[in-house]
């Protein structure tokens, strides 16, 4: 059975039990899905997020979901985009590992990803899909208990380049077999 799905649409409408935010590491805010996701949750998200004290490139820290409609929202910097030699790969992975393993501590078994650092931060789209798609395919063959991953893209090249990293990961884990 599949359990990571590639979607198009707007993350804060996602009826999952967790979602995550590209946010930076001040976690108060800004544009982008991180904007959007405050401005859906209302105004109590951002009066908790400034108690968390901020939050390190590629760790998380969890929150409360307010007014959005899933139950927690995992909130993550991504790697800033610096050509690719300041560990941002490692960081980005880490982003998608780290969101994972905070929302199965938290109980939950349905998690919605954007396309983190792929806006402002300027992280190339496909080797990001193909890091974000090896990385929680990772996670899921060891955590059966994860029901569904989806990564919602907001835009269609976006959508395309999550699709085909989706569909070379598989393949190349037939070819495997
Ligand atoms: N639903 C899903 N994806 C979205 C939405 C949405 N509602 N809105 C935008 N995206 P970005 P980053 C897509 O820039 O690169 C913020 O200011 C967007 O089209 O939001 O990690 C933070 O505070 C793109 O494909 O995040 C940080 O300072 C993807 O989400 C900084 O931007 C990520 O773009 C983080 O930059």
């Given at each position: 059975m599949q359990r990571l799905h590639i979607t198009l649409g707007d993350i804060t409408h996602c009826t999952t039990d967790a979602i995550v935010n590209a946010a930076n590491t001040s976690l108060l805010g800004g544009g982008g899905v991180d904007g959007a996701i405050h401005r859906a949750a209302g105004p109590a998200l951002l009066e908790e997020c400034r108690k968390l004290g901020g939050c390190p490139t590629g760790q998380v820290k969890a929150t409360q979901a307010y007014r959005l409609p899933c139950r927690f929202g995992i909130h993550t910097p991504g790697p800033i985009w610096h050509g690719g030699t300041a560990n941002e790969d490692t960081l980005l992975s880490d982003c998608y590992r780290n969101s994972l393993i905070a929302a199965a501590a938290l109980g939950c078994r349905t998690v919605a990803f954007p396309s983190i650092?792929?806006?402002?931060?300027?992280?190339?789209?496909?080797?990001?899909?193909?890091?974000?798609?090896?990385?929680?395919?990772?996670?899921?063959?060891?955590?059966?208990?994860?029901?569904?991953?989806?990564?919602?893209?907001?835009?269609?090249?976006?959508?395309?380049?999550?699709q085909t990293a989706l569909s070379e990961s598989e393949y190349n884990d037939a070819e495997k077999r």
């Open positions: 650092s792929t806006g402002v931060y300027r992280f190339p789209v496909h080797r990001a899909a193909n890091i974000a798609v090896s990385t929680i395919r990772s996670y899921l063959r060891t955590h059966p208990e994860m029901q569904q991953v989806t990564i919602v893209c907001f835009d269609q090249t976006t959508f395309s380049a999550y």
